[in-house]
């Protein structure tokens, strides 16, 4: 199997499906992942996937562009997802989330070490409702 695809695999279990196993499996001991928000290990980020997974159970991911070079691999990603549970303390709303993003992916080896991810929270709350991305929010 490539490694597109074992990234694309892992990231659909984990954040689709709730099942964190392939990639748990693929992630090294010492991994971090960074944000605008700062840095958080894997017991942070599993949290996170558990909350969006329960407010969003049907979430799939498609990877839009991918590159590769060496050690690094850089993804251009899409989820979608409907949401169908409590988020932000918001109730469920029916309505359809599409949020784009991009990471960066720094591996040692097979296993992911570090991850670099930029995309714009305000996305995801506009499709629900709650921020209108009008001129005046940018």
């Known amino acids: 199997m490539s490694r597109q695809q074992t990234i694309l695999e892992a990231w659909n279990q984990a954040w689709g499906d709730g099942d964190l196993t392939a990639f748990e499996q693929m992630l090294s001991p010492d991994y971090t992942r960074r944000s605008k928000s700062g840095a958080e290990d894997y017991v942070s980020l599993r949290k996170t996937i558990e909350t969006m997974h329960a407010a969003f159970p049907d979430l799939t991911t498609e990877i839009l562009h991918f590159v590769e070079e060496g050690e690094s691999v850089a993804i251009h990603w899409q989820t979608q997802g409907t949401h169908q549970g409590e988020f932000m303390d918001v109730p469920p709303t029916g309505r359809a989330i599409t949020v784009t993003g991009a990471s960066f992916l720094r591996f040692q080896g097979e ?28």
């Open 111 to 138: 296993c992911l070490a570090e991850e670099w991810v930029i995309w714009d929270p305000r996305e995801l709350l506009s499709a629900l409702g709650i921020w209108h991305l009008g001129p005046g929010n940018a």
